[in-house]
């Protein structure tokens, strides 16, 4: 059970190592930088651990069940598409309610700027509905498998 908890840790904290490298190349926050650092230490401490079970104990390894490895990890994958996606959602309402990206037309009505929404926010919205699709319908389906 300690191997699987640390292989999810290590793959959570692997994509949070790109995301964070990703964040500060396009922004050079150092906040970014700091995190980025951050989770380089977490991945070298975990695969180390890892590292070090696999040594000593390799029946341990033997034991990883990896059906449940690969449901936990599509739960993962889902809950992490469906926060980007919510995260666009939101910053484009919050960009909605801005007067720089909307004017009314002849009849009073509200109408929104094409710029409120920007190509990347659109291009991630949609590249990842495929994966958040397939990833969400496997975990729902094993996770029915498994309580039925």
């Not at 292989?7 to 930088?33: D, G, Q, W």
């Amino acid at each position: 059970m300690a191997i699987i908890v640390l292989l999810l840790l290590l793959c959570i904290s692997f994509t949070a190592h790109i995301f964070y490298l990703i964040a500060y190349v396009r922004s050079h926050n150092e906040h970014y930088l700091r995190r980025f650092l951050d989770t380089t230490v977490v991945n070298v401490v975990t695969a180390g651990l890892c590292i070090v079970l696999a040594i000593f104990r390799p029946a341990k390894i033997d034991e990883i069940d990896g059906s449940v490895l690969v449901w936990l990890m599509s739960g993962a994958l889902m809950t992490a598409i469906m926060l980007l996606q919510a995260s666009i959602f939101a910053r484009v309402r919050r960009r909605a309610k801005l007067p720089e990206y909307y004017h009314y037309n002849y009849f009073g009505k509200k109408v929104l700027k094409p710029s409120v929404l920007g190509a990347y926010e659109l291009l991630f919205f949609f590249l990842s509905l495929p994966f958040f699709l397939i990833a969400g319908a496997y975990f729902i389906a094993r996770a029915i498998k498994l309580f039925l």
